[in-house]
C-alpha cells in the first residue's frame, strides 16, 4: 500500500474515532507532515477550544503561534501524532490583537504552553 493511502486511512480512523470540531479543510501528502488540518472558525475561543479537543486526541502535541508578515491575523498551530503514529498539523487562524498577543512582531513563529489554550477557551480571558 503506499504511503499516501496509508495516511488517507489514518486520518479518516482519526476523525471516525474521537468527537472533532468542524474542519475547513484536511491536506494529506507526503513529507515530515503529512497531514494538515484548518479549523472551521476563526474567533480565538473557538479555535482554542477546537485546538484542545484535537490535543486531547494526539500524543506528543506541542502548540505555536505565527504571525504573518502581513501582521493582521495570527495562526494557532498544534502538532501531534495520532495514536497509530502519523505526524499532524492542526491549525486556524485569528485576527492580530495586541492585547491578546502583546509580544508576537509581523513575521514571527512562537512556541507556546498548551495550557494557554485553556486560558483563550474562556470568553474573556487573555493569555500573554
Known amino acids: 500500500m503506499n504511503r499516501l493511502m496509508v495516511f488517507l ?12 470540531p468542524p474542519a475547513a479543510s484536511v491536506r494529506v501528502g507526503v513529507g515530515p ?14 479555535v482554542a477550544r ?7 486526541s494526539l500524543d506528543d502535541v506541542t502548540a ?9 491575523s495570527v ?12 505526524p ?4 486556524g487562524g485569528v485576527w492580530f490583537d495586541e492585547a491578546t498577543f502583546p ?7 512562537q512556541e507556546m504552553p498548551v495550557f494557554v489554550l485553556r ?4 470568553p474573556g480571558e487573555v493569555a500573554a
Open 9 to 20: 486511512d489514518a486520518i479518516r480512523d482519526h476523525l471516525d474515532s474521537f468527537a472533532l
Open 33 to 46: 507532515d503529512p497531514i494538515t488540518v484548518q479549523l472551521d472558525s476563526d474567533r480565538l475561543e473557538d
Open 50 to 56: 477546537g485546538l484542545l479537543t484535537w490535543a486531547a
Open 64 to 72: 505555536s503561534l505565527w504571525r504573518p508578515a502581513g501582521g493582521g
Open 75 to 86: 495562526h494557532l498551530e498544534l502538532s501531534g501524532r495520532t495514536p497509530c503514529g502519523i
Open 88 to 91: 499532524v498539523v492542526v491549525y
Open 103 to 109: 509580544d508576537l512582531p509581523a513575521g514571527m513563529r
Open 119 to 122: 486560558q483563550w477557551n474562556t
